[in-house]
């Protein structure tokens, strides 16, 4: 667990640094060159502008619906994940006597509880590598549409409610909105795996801070595109693990 969440923190600081430092602050077009920008960003750019289009030049709604869009596009990698996720949560009970049992740390012993760990994951059919190769195929779809909406100069020129989509939200409501999101998907999605994993807890709190730190820098377009497909995220963690939440829930009624 801990080599998963020190992943996903690498693949967080990569992700705030590729979409920092390649061609961020270029305009995307069609004559842009490469295969990032080719067939990636602006495919991405084109599907906002054209929703734009059918709704009265609407920039902000057709961040929302590109937004739900791309969510359902890679709903069944997030289902895989989260299935992933319940599979390790069930079996943290049998680690931690593996863990218990071969506590010593000379080599013999680690390799012993290794070989143990692998064959448990073995019977039950987890591979605890899995959560992580839907991140890997997700990452590069959100960070191409982020991409879009920072390289797509119609998108500056358009406000939508109380802000302008190319400047900072000036209330810091949308920032603050998607970091509550991000805590409140999270929560949902951690449920029942504090206690098994103390580790968590840095996630479940570093995640909406992070979040709300790069809102209040970015343009509110970037702040609207987190709020959209939190929700969306809270919605279908729901349920994903509504099961699981109500037997939680149950579970700390009776004590």
């Not at 509880?113 to 997700?138: D, R, S, W, Y």
């Not at 979040?211 to 987190?226: K, Q, R």
């Not at 729901?238 to 939440?245: A, Q, R, S, V």
Request: hydrophobic share 45%; with cysteine.
């Amino acid at each position: 667990m801990k080599r998963r969440i020190w992943f996903i923190v690498t693949l967080i600081l990569l992700v705030a640094f590729v979409s920092g430092c390649s061609q961020v602050n270029q305009p995307i077009t069609p004559e842009s060159k490469g295969f990032w920008n080719e067939y990636i960003v602006y495919p991405l750019s084109w599907l906002i502008k054209y929703v734009a289009k059918l709704f009265g030049g609407n920039y902000g709604l057709s961040i929302i619906i590109v937004t739900i869009i791309i969510r359902v596009a890679i709903l069944p990698l997030m289902i895989q994940q989260t299935r992933n996720s319940k599979a390790m949560q069930a079996l943290q009970p049998e680690l931690q006597k593996l863990k218990e049992k071969y506590s010593s740390k000379d080599m013999q012993t680690q390799q012993q509880l290794q070989q143990e760990t692998m064959l448990l994951f073995q019977k039950h059919g987890v591979n605890p590598l899995a959560g992580c190769f839907p991140l890997l195929i997700q990452t590069p779809i959100l960070i191409g549409f982020y991409h879009a909406i920072m390289r797509t100069r119609e998108i500056a020129d358009h406000s939508f409610l109380w802000f302008d989509l190319g400047a900072k939200d000036p209330y810091y409501i949308l920032p603050v909105i998607a970091g509550v999101a991000t805590f409140i998907q999270q929560k949902i999605m951690m449920a029942g795996m504090e206690q098994q994993n103390p580790q968590m807890a840095m996630m479940l709190w570093m995640m909406p801070i992070m979040i709300i730190v790069f809102g209040i820098s970015f343009p509110a377009a970037l702040s609207l595109y987190w709020v959209v497909g939190n929700i969306f995220s809270i919605v279908q963690t729901y349920f994903i693990k509504g099961p699981d939440l109500k037997s939680t829930h149950s579970g700390g009624q009776k004590k």
